[in-house]
């Protein structure tokens, strides 16, 4: 049975985080980008519970696209330790599921310096633990959670077949958060480095192992994709119905300028490129929700393109306006970037997608040498 109407349960859902993000986040946009989210404001958003429930995705997704149309930064500030607990959840086995999937978590993958295969950051057998050691980069709330999600090299072990994925405590000896970055966009997540000097993890706050480990993490950037393409829905709306807006409203050469011939039709692709990224969001949400992440590797590719096209038009539309920081398109182009900059990037979808579609074998995991000599 195709269905393209929300249960009512979602429609409760969706309605509670629109008015969240209309009232605490849309007015506020400007001062979170400059002064990042505030703990009062993170506690409006756990009394909803929009970020701790476990909904299923086709749920998730419709919360996603809301927050980001408050605002993308914003949405992702509050939402991403929350992800990261759910991170934990999936590399987990179910005795560490219940003890470390919970609280704020930070999750610590990219290095600025990585090596060919697998991380530079590295654990080394200590006693009953594991001793890590390196620098991670652009980590969203890193130094300021509950809880790290680190991947390292495991010692003596190369390329990707020989990480591993630890929990590490805040306040534990040797972590440690570093530089804050400076962004472009999405100013409001707040990405740190994260040092970590010989910190130790006891083996039982290792997340699993090889094998089984590999697709979990496929499951995870999978997630992850999903969630992403949904804010790029939910940016790409929020910019659309501004130039809609902006448009009508503003008068030149004797009419408004949405009734230009070219302004109109410009319209009418961002709206297209609004609604089809949404319908191919939802049907991967229900696919994935089943396992399968071919349609979410094509929405997620779409979403990115389809949010940057829509936010580069909704700066055309205005003129002038849409460069000076009194609007907020300008911010929604910056902040579209940085979305399609995530983990893992829009190239990783559409390779992923690709190999879908001429049948080679592809993960949204982990870097395969399989796929390598296929696509050079
Ligand atoms: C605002 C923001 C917040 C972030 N938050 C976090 C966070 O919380 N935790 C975290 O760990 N990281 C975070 N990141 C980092 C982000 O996940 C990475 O930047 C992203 O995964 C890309 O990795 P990289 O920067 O190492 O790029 P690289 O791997 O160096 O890639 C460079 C280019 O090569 C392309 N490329 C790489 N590999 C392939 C391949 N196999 N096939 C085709 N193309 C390829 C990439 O798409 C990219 O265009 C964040 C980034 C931003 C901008």
Same mark, same amino acid.
């Given at each position: 049975m195709i269905s393209f109407g929300l249960e009512e349960d979602q429609q409760i859902i969706q309605e509670t985080v629109r008015k969240f993000a209309g009232e605490e986040l849309r007015p506020k946009m400007r001062e979170l980008e400059r002064s990042g989210v505030p703990d009062a404001l993170r506690r409006r958003f756990d009394e909803t519970g929009l970020g701790l429930e476990e909904v299923d995705l086709p749920t998730a997704v419709l919360v996603h696209e809301e927050l980001a149309f408050g605002d993308p930064g914003a949405a992702v500030a509050l939402s991403a330790p929350?992800? #990261?607990a759910r991170a934990i959840a999936i590399l987990a086995d179910d005795s560490q599921k219940d003890r470390l999937a919970n609280g704020t978590v930070a999750v610590c993958w990219s290095e600025r310096k990585a090596p060919l295969e697998g991380f530079s950051t590295v654990a080394r057998r200590v006693g009953g633990g594991w001793a890590l050691t390196g620098r991670k980069a652009f980590v969203v709330g890193g130094g300021h959670v509950d809880r790290h999600l680190v991947f390292a090299q495991l010692e003596g072990a190369e390329g990707w077949d020989g990480i591993g994925a630890f929990v590490v405590d805040k306040g534990s $000896? #040797? %972590?440690?958060a570093g530089e804050k970055h400076a962004l472009l966009g999405l100013e409001a997540v707040g990405a740190y480095e994260v040092h970590l000097e010989g910190c130790v993890v006891e083996d039982v706050n290792r997340l699993t192992g090889t094998g089984e480990f590999h697709e979990r993490v496929e499951r995870l950037f999978a997630r992850t994709m999903l969630v992403n393409a949904a804010r790029q829905v939910g940016l790409a709306r929020a910019a659309y119905e501004f130039a809609l807006q902006y448009t009508q409203e503003r008068k030149a050469f004797g009419k408004p300028v949405a009734h230009f011939q070219s302004i109109a039709f410009t319209l009418a692709d961002m709206a297209m490129d609004v609604e089809a990224a949404r319908w191919m969001v939802w049907r991967a949400a229900t696919q994935l929700d089943k396992g399968s992440w071919a349609s979410t590797v094509a929405a997620a590719a779409h979403a990115n393109e389809a949010a940057w096209r829509v936010a580069d038009n909704g700066v055309q539309l205005l003129g002038g306006a849409g460069y000076v920081r009194d609007y907020p398109v300008e /911010?929604? %182009?910056?902040?579209? /970037?940085? %979305? !399609? %900059?995530? !983990? $893992? $990037?829009?190239?990783i979808a559409e390779l992923a997608l690709a190999g879908v579609e001429l049948g080679q074998p592809v993960s949204t995991g982990l870097p395969s040498s399989a796929i390598q000599p296929f696509f050079t």
């Open positions: 929350y992800d #990261g $000896p #040797g %972590l440690k /911010k929604w %182009l910056r902040d579209t /970037k940085a %979305l !399609a %900059l995530f !983990a $893992p $990037p829009s190239e």
